[in-house]
């Protein structure tokens, strides 16, 4: 700035940096498609896998769009928010997390034109606004198909359609049975409300060692813990289960304690009153006759003796989760001081508990339950990595699978549905005024990405089958045809059976143009440095300083 004596007057700090106007617009597009091409090559069934390698050497090969982005770090904070959609799209629905961020680049890509043409962002959000409206309008009444949840080859056919383009493909039976089994286990329903936790009560555990074909749902809880002494029993049938978050030793004083000693007797004396104390502990459990006792907490080797010769087999040290989940599984109330428990609380409904040994660790399993509420999927394989990304595919099955149960509606997958969308928001912009109807049309023509991308991966001519799918979707009544991602050809995603839920496909558009719409409404970066010190240098500050504190 000037002032009227024409001596610049500096606002800003001498060395904050400050980009602004149009140049930061594309700077940030450029920044969206970057991230996008990244993931581009994830989607459909013909996807490659990433491998990343973080500073400590470990190693992640997926490809997850969340799980890569994740991984790696960027510079630019557009490509930052870029990030955060990823995992939103994880957080909320579990699917989709690569068209996610492919889409929104291209939504971004399609802006470009209309800044470069001198059309305010104003107009181009108003735009974009509308669109993703009229999108969620028609995916919700035009194209998406009711399902019934008894329906069960057709619960499978949408988890597969989720699984078929991850590296599970190749099991995507078993997975799918996995992942359906695991959700109705843990699904629960009162009073019309349905309540699915799978993060809490699906656990999934990965042992290396075995076959992929040997992964299971077990009916009932796996957890890595041998019994606390080596004579208690590793086998019981029908087990009485009482579940503890309390140590079952002798407590020792909370700060310093002090005790006088006069007599040599006391002595003797205080240790008979710490041995007293376990007895009564041991004494109030074993009234309950139980099978077996989980404490979260230690278990003193006497607590170990006194239970061992009423023959309890005792684990110690669970994790708060696994009791939580033993407790849904067994039907048994977590209780925090012996001197309450009651009849009530033992738990009885798991069949067996036994203990086996697979490679060279110990697993319990607490099985055979009646209706159990929580479960544990037991995931086996050749190695660290690949059951690493197993369990991620299996996540966005269960959460797949989860969705539906929760929203019972489908659309056709394949590219198909953004085809059809695109075809009807063609149609709609006719009817807008003025010049909005421009960037209207450019979302129509950004949701072709995902079918492009889908034949890109394949490796066949992209033009041409593109041609011919538009041509196809101008008819109507053709709006499940899509692309088959294993051969690149057109296809009929109802022959096909490549479903997705809505909650993913709605999910996707929500967070995409929500996205595109933030980032063409940044015109101004400014980026201040660090303080310099009296040297020129940064001042490194050894004490805390007010606003580091408050951050």
Known sequence: MMSQSGAPILVLNANTKRKFGHKVQLENIAAGKAIADVVRTCIGPRAMLKMLMDPMGGIVMTNDGNAILREITVQHPAAK????????????????????????????????????????????????????????????????????????????????????????????????????????????????????????????????????????????????????????????????????????????????????????????????????????????????????????????????????????????????????????????????RTDELQESHVGTGAGQFEIKKIGDEYFTFITECVNPKACTILLRGPSKDILNEVERNLQDALHVAKNIMLNPKLVSGGGSIEMAISQSLVKKSAEIAGVTQWPYKAVAQALEVIPRTLLQNCGVSTIRTMTSLRAKHAVSGNASWGINGETGEMADMKDLKVWEPIVVKSQVYKTAIETAILLVRIDDIVSGTKKKGDDGQPKASAQPTEESMKE
């Open 81 to 336: 928010s870029f990030i955060e959609i990823a995992r939103t799209q994880d957080e909320e629905v579990g699917d989709g997390t690569t068209s996610v961020v492919v889409l929104a680049g291209e939504i971004l890509g399609v802006a470009e034109q209309f800044l470069e043409q001198k059309l305010h962002p104003t107009v181009i959000i108003r735009a974009y606004r509308q669109a993703l409206e009229d999108m969620l309008d028609f995916l919700d009444k035009e194209y998406s198909t009711p399902l019934s949840l008894d329906d069960e080859p057709k619960l499978i056919e949408v988890i597969k359609s989720c699984v078929g383009t991850k590296f599970i493909g190749r099991w995507s039976d078993l997975a799918c049975s996995i992942a359906l089994n695991a959700v109705k286990t843990v699904s629960i329903r009162d009073e019309g409300r349905t309540e699915i936790d799978i993060k809490r009560y699906a656990k999934v555990e990965k042992v290396p060692g075995g076959a992929i074909e040997d992964s299971q749902v077990l009916n009932g809880i796996m957890l890595n813990k041998d019994v606390t002494h080596p004579k208690m029993r590793r086998f019981i049938k029908n087990p009485r289960i009482v579940l503890l978050d309390c140590s079952l030793e002798f407590k020792k004083g909370e700060s310093q304690t002090e005790v006088e000693i006069v007599k040599e007797t006391d002595f003797t004396r205080l240790l008979q009153i710490e041995e007293e104390y376990i007895q009564q502990i041991c004494s109030d459990i074993i009234a309950l006759k139980p099978d077996l006792v989980c404490t979260e907490k230690g278990v003193s080797d006497l607590a170990q003796h006194f239970l061992l010769k009423a023959n309890i087999s005792v684990l110690r040290r669970l994790r708060k989760s696994d009791n939580n989940r033993v407790a849904r599984a067994c039907n048994a109330t977590i209780v925090t």
